[in-house]
C-alpha cells in the first residue's frame, strides 16, 4: 500500500489558519476597535462641551430676560437705577425695590442665585435722553477659552 504524501500535505494546509494568519488579523481588529473607541470618546466629550455651551448660553438670556423685564415693569427713569458697587437695584414707586448683584461667580436677584458661571454683569445708563440702559453679562471661559456674551440696551418707560 503506498501513501501519496503530496496530496495529504496539501489537505492539511488547508484546515484551518496559521499563526502569522491569526496575528494580523487580531492586529486589524484591534486597530479598528481602537480607532472607533477614540470616536466615540471625542464625540461624547464634544457633546459635553457643546452642552455647557448651551447651558451659560442659556443661563445669560434668562438673565437678560428677567432683568429687562424688571426694569421694564418697575423703572419710570434712568435714574430709578441704583448701582452700588457690583449690585444694581430697581427703586420702583410703589413696591419692594429689586437687587441684582455679582456675588463671586453667580447672579442674584434679592439675594436669590439666578445664573452660576459669570465673570461680568454690568447695567450702565447708556442715553440719559431716551431713558435706556445697557446691560453686558459675560460667562467664564470654558476649556477652549470660549466666552458667552449678553449685550442688552434696554428703554425704559418714563413718567408714572
Known sequence: MKMNF???K???????????ELIVTMAVLSVFTYLI?????NSMGFFKDEESQVANQSALRIVAVQFEK??????FGV?????????????PVNGSSIAYCLVGNNVQRNGAVIASGV??????????????VLLTIR????RYGRVNEVVVRIFVRVGS
Do not use: Q
Open 79 to 91: 435714574e430709578d437705577l441704583v448701582i452700588s458697587g457690583s449690585c444694581y437695584t430697581i427703586t
Open 10 to 20: 496539501v489537505a492539511l494546509g488547508k484546515k484551518g489558519f496559521t499563526l502569522i
Open 37 to 41: 473607541a477614540m470616536l466615540v470618546t
Open 6 to 8: 503530496s496530496t495529504s
Open 70 to 75: 424688571d426694569a421694564r415693569r418697575h423703572v
Open 119 to 132: 465673570s461680568e454683569f454690568t447695567v450702565s445708563p447708556y442715553r440719559v435722553t431716551d431713558n435706556s
Open 139 to 142: 460667562s467664564n471661559a470654558d
